[in-house]
């Protein structure tokens, strides 16, 4: 008899949710075959057995599980093992508080453990979850109508739904935004920051995007030529993909894994480009295409987001000129990079325009100094600005 546990996924939550079950209690399974969801704070993960067997389920859906629980027994026949508190499907143990409804039957919603507990402490009637119209409860369901109740007990009378709530109104952050809080506030604990800008004449790289877009079939751009970038510098620049173990020496990486940040108003994500030094435009502009989909509907899995050594944050708004990115806790630098403006500058006795974005460059100064950060960003600003010589399909 083999366990299966759960392993941990990152290092933000102390917790997950079963979600989904993908087989039935005593199916019998391959090595390999997806056997459960779990959610984390940001992502949904499918939890795979490592070898063959009849699966025997050990939480029941919706429970809380953190890293290292028991969630499911293999067996070599078709023999149920031994119960347990621990291992009974349907037990308090394994459901903590537990979850509303019959799943099975469909009657009721399933309602995972922290929502119940927030519907316990708000004392909602469950008549309001249903009218949610979700099958699975989370907790971000019902804070989004919790908010919605204080915000309509708290309008003035008259007042319009939709309209600026009241000075004075709670706001709870989204589940989302709270993991993004917790980067940043260890990230400022932690990471003695400098930071470092340059201004780059991205004209002929934007001319050679719109040209390898039509020929990838892909939307390419600044985005998707400066991940490309980045990821070829990693065997010049080894240290700024580097995590520093402790204060007197750093683990070197393998290959460039490169987070782009993501926004489009549903969230910050930082999915990652894995082993981006081996990818084509092509590749890496489909790549970030379906992370854009992915970010406005939430649906990661956990390894999308996980295993970056090196950050490029974007922003796009065309009135930002500088911005400091945040350095991501187990990262040495992050890069920062602005939406293009139009300049006018004099050459040759002639005022010409020119495209000019800023990039600039948080570091750990721990480990990088700042002829070495102006050393990475200047090989970064001649690769946009001799595209051609770099850049192909």
């Known amino acids: 008899m083999t366990d299966i546990r759960v392993p941990k996924l990152n290092n933000n939550d102390t917790s997950y949710v079963l979600i989904e079950w993908l087989v039935e209690d005593g199916q019998q399974i391959k090595a390999g075959d997806p056997v459960a969801v779990l ?38 026949d078709e023999a149920r093992p031994g119960t347990s508190e621990e291992a009974r499907p349907g037990s308090q143990a394994g459901a903590r508080d537990g979850a509303a409804g019959d799943g099975a039957s469909g009657a009721e919603p399933l309602i995972t453990a922290p ?33 919605g109740r204080s915000e309509a007990s708290t309008r003035p009378e008259g007042s319009v739904e939709g309209a600026t709530p009241a ?10 935004q709270r993991a993004v809080a917790r980067a940043v506030r260890t990230s400022h604990e932690i990471i003695p920051t400098a930071y470092t800008v340059v201004k780059t004449d991205v004209g002929a790289a934007l001319e050679l995007a719109g040209r390898l877009t039509r020929e990838v079939r892909r939307p390419v751009g600044l985005p998707e030529l400066v991940t490309h970038a980045v990821a070829r510098m990693h065997e010049e620049f080894p240290l700024f993909y580097a995590t520093l173990v402790d204060q007197e020496s750093a683990r070197l990486a393998e290959a460039p894994h490169v987070g782009v940040t993501i926004d489009t108003g549903a969230g910050l994500y930082v999915p990652v480009i894995h082993d981006a030094g081996r990818r084509s435009i092509k590749e890496i502009a489909s790549r970030l295409m379906e992370y854009r989909l992915a970010a406005l509907t939430g649906d990661f899995r956990e390894d999308d987001l996980a295993g970056a050594n090196i950050a490029v944050t974007l922003h796009h708004d065309g009135d930002v000129t500088l911005a400091i990115p945040l350095i991501f806790p187990g990262h040495v630098c992050a890069l920062a990079v602005t939406s293009p403006q139009a300049v006018l500058q004099l050459e040759g006795g002639q005022v010409v325009s020119r495209s000019v974005a800023n990039i600039g460059l948080s570091y750990d100064h721990r480990l990088i100094n700042g002829r070495d950060a102006g050393l990475f960003l200047r090989a970064l600003k001649t690769r946009l600005e001799s595209p051609a010589e770099v850049f192909s399909a």
């Open 167 to 176: 000075p004075g109104l709670l706001y709870e952050l989204s589940r989302v």
């Open 39 to 76: 959610e984390t704070s940001k992502a949904t993960e499918e939890l795979v057995s490592e070898e063959d067997g009849f699966l025997w389920q050990a939480l029941p859906l919706n429970a809380d599980c953190p890293p290292g629980a028991l969630i499911a027994r293999l067996t070599s």
């Open 115 to 147: 929502a119940q507990a927030l519907i316990d402490e708000l004392g909602i009637d469950l008549a309001e979850v249903r009218a949610l119209g979700v099958s699975v409860v989370r907790r971000a369901d019902i804070e989004r109508l919790a908010a």
